[in-house]
């Protein structure tokens, strides 16, 4: 048996006769809602939910009470109950049990007090771990069993009739034993344990269903329900907002304090006026951008989604949603909407721009791989890399920064505008000897030029420093250990600084030059430089003497012959003679004879024709004439090349011929003075030659 019951002091659920009536059997379009979660009766609203799910006063709406109830709801006339009839409630409710089904509660009211409230049973706050079997109810339509501890829905099916059910703020944890209930308009089960939305097939009359405060994680089983007005959904576990297909009555959906991050398929819903999304995890307009196409829905609510931190956001959702009336529980003005035009226009805009920067970073990486394959493949003899562009150039700061051999082309476009302010050049996955024809310009084209910078270049030679020269001034020089085996010799540095020792270098490889350095650089490499020139000849040493001081130069010696005052008999007095005026003429800051016989004279470099790969030359201009060009200079060299080595035989043989005379004279000499070891000789070897 059931202790004794207490007065009833919860919240009730004050709905008349007539209000439960008007549910009965009307058609769904003559039924309205009018606020979020709210139940619309007649022309009343049974404010049974709030906006964020959660429950509302315990107080009732003064017109909907009863004329015995106070604003509690609790009846103001004295409870009694007879004591021989078994447990009886405020409400006049009996409690009872069969002795044949002993733990299940039975439930029934006397005729006199069903008179009065004949369509409604409340059930609330009666500590009820069970559903009763509710006896003598066949026409009750209101059935309340908020705040007890049901975990499990069972013993309704008598209940043909019942069209509001209110189970929140139980134990439950499945949908079940509902299916009888085919009148069904209203199912409140709200905060109980309920993990999954399922057995609502015949429930094909539900109006309004309350499943906040669950713990449901996908949104399904639901298309059926054609008449379905109200959806409410906050306090769950929603990942995503999908699957409304066959909703075509909803007017208002609650999906707050979820976890959604995609919402889809609101815009199927013809009907849907109230949205409310507010405190999920909505990241993006992308996230949501079903609504846009939404044909009818007029109020939504985004707050507490990092999306709504955006500047941008709310522009964003008003120029979007053209109908939208209100947001965030803010009445949208026409003034918004103007500024959410403008605002949006700057924001595609600034979408194109950023479109337009992702698509040049994009073509500037494939551009640099392309770059880098084709560098690995002269390196490594073959061809690597695929159609496309192999070569890009950009400017960083005061920086002009070199890809690939294509690149330097931009060396010799006056399109360039900025050249005044470059102050270094980068040059990567650019072969060294293909950049040297360049350095003779790049003074004239670049101004302000301090430095150069050098990685992945194949620089593998001491000797091809030689040509850096031809820049005329530098402040610092890099060259990077990546790609330049030259860096793996313990004296480039220093051959570096005699070599240039005109530019006064400031630093290489960013480590600043002492004098010290200065000093044994000189005397490391300036026996290099005085071998150099006692091995060139004398028109080599003049060209290499710019033309004013070249004609200086030779108008010191033929003064000089003049006058007498030097007597030239072989080309070595002549050398030493234009050596020592080059000494005494030589200008402040221009690099000495010695240091400028060291040269460098790159091979031309002719890139194979192969797949993906296009032949250029080490010389700019047309690019059909690169490969002649290049054979005609090669062969201009190598005649160049082999003159000069035979006029330094002759050179050679000049020095030593008296020796050589002599030694012959005196040969001759030592062998007619044994003349009979002689005759012997010739004679042994005549036998030798007949034999």
């Not at 194109?352 to 493949?377: C, D, P």
């Not at 200065?518 to 490499?525: C, M, R, T, Y």
Request: aromatic letters at 6%.
């Amino acid at each position: 048996m059931y202790p004794k019951p207490r007065a009833f002091k919860g919240t009730r659920v004050p709905v008349t006769p007539n209000q439960v009536s008007s549910y009965d059997n009307s058609p769904s379009h003559t039924r309205k809602v009018h606020s979020v979660g709210a139940l619309a009766l007649s022309n009343r609203t049974y404010s049974n939910l709030s906006e964020d799910g959660a429950r509302p006063s315990s107080r009732a709406t003064p017109s909907l009470l009863q004329p015995n109830q106070n604003s509690n709801g609790v009846n103001n006339k004295k409870t009694t109950w007879n004591s021989n009839e078994g447990n009886v409630s405020s409400d006049k409710v009996i409690f009872t049990e069969s002795p044949s089904t002993p733990g299940i509660p039975i439930v029934y009211r006397l005729p006199e007090d069903k008179a009065v409230n004949p369509d409604r049973l409340n059930l609330d706050r009666r500590n009820l771990t069970t559903c009763p079997v509710i006896e003598g109810e066949e026409h009750v339509r209101l059935l309340n069993f908020q705040h007890n501890s049901i975990t499990r829905i069972q013993h309704l099916s008598t209940l043909r009739r019942l069209i509001f059910l209110d189970l929140y703020d139980n134990e439950i944890t499945e949908i079940s034993g509902i299916s009888s209930l085919t009148s069904l308009r209203v199912l409140m089960l709200g905060k109980n344990r309920i993990g999954k939305i399922e057995n609502l097939g015949t429930l094909m009359k539900l109006d309004v269903l309350d499943l906040h405060g669950n713990q449901i994680r996908e949104l399904e089983n639901l298309g059926h329900l054609s008449e379905l007005r109200v959806l409410n959904l906050a306090g769950n576990l929603l990942t995503k907002a999908c699957n409304f297909v066959g909703l075509n009555s909803l007017t208002e959906l609650n999906l707050r304090r979820n976890k959604i991050q995609y919402v889809g398929e609101l815009d199927q819903l013809p009907k849907l006026l109230r949205l409310f999304l507010s405190y999920n995890d909505i990241r993006s307009f992308d996230s949501i951008r079903c609504l846009g196409s939404s044909p009818s829905l007029q109020e939504l609510a985004l707050d507490g989604n990092p999306f709504t931190s955006e500047s941008s956001y709310k522009q964003i959702i008003i120029d979007q949603l053209l109908q939208l009336r209100q947001l965030d529980h803010q009445k949208v003005t026409e003034d918004e909407r103007r500024m959410a035009s403008i605002v949006i226009r700057k924001e595609e805009e600034r979408r194109r721009e950023s479109s337009k920067v992702e698509v040049l970073k994009e073509r500037r990486k494939v551009a640099i791989q392309n770059a880098e394959k084709e560098w690995e493949g002269t390196v490594s003899g073959g061809n690597t890399y695929d159609n496309g562009m192999a070569f890009y150039s950009e400017v960083d700061g005061e920086t002009l920064r070199l890809y690939g051999k294509g690149a330097l082309d931009i060396i010799d476009k006056n399109s360039f505008t900025n050249s005044s302010s470059i102050t270094q050049l980068y040059f990567k996955f650019i072969p060294y000897d293909v950049i040297v024809p360049y350095f003779s310009r790049l003074r004239v084209r670049f101004p302000s030029l301090q430095g150069l910078m050098f990685s992945f270049a194949s620089i593998s030679s001491l000797k091809q420093l030689n040509a850096l020269s031809a820049v005329r001034r530098l402040d610092y020089l890099n060259i990077s250990p990546e790609g330049n085996p030259v860096t793996n010799l313990s004296l480039w540095k220093y051959y570096i600084l005699y070599r240039l020792s005109h530019f006064h270098l400031r630093k290489i490889n960013d480590t600043d030059i002492s004098m010290s350095d200065v000093i044994l650089a000189e005397q490391l490499f300036s026996p290099l430089g005085e071998t150099a020139v006692s091995y060139s000849d004398v028109s080599v040493l003049l060209s290499l003497l710019p033309d004013v001081r070249r004609k200086q130069i030779l108008a010191c010696c033929e003064a000089a012959e003049q006058k007498k005052q030097v007597g030239i008999k072989t080309p070595e007095d002549r050398k030493k003679m234009i050596i020592t005026a080059e000494q005494k003429n030589r200008p402040t800051g221009m690099e000495s004879l010695h240091v400028s016989s060291l040269v460098y004279n790159p091979t031309p470099y002719i890139s194979r024709p192969g797949k993906g790969v296009k032949s250029s030359g080490s010389v700019p201009g047309s690019r059909s004439n690169d490969t002649l060009l290049a054979t005609t200079q090669i062969l201009v060299e190598e005649a160049v090349s082999g003159a000069i080595c035979r006029h330094q035989k002759l050179v050679a043989l000049d020095r030593i011929w008296e020796n050589v005379l002599k030694d012959a004279v005196r040969s001759a000499l030592n062998k007619f003075t044994d003349l009979h070891y002689t005759i012997d000789n010739a004679l042994e070897h005549l036998s030798n030659n007949s034999i």
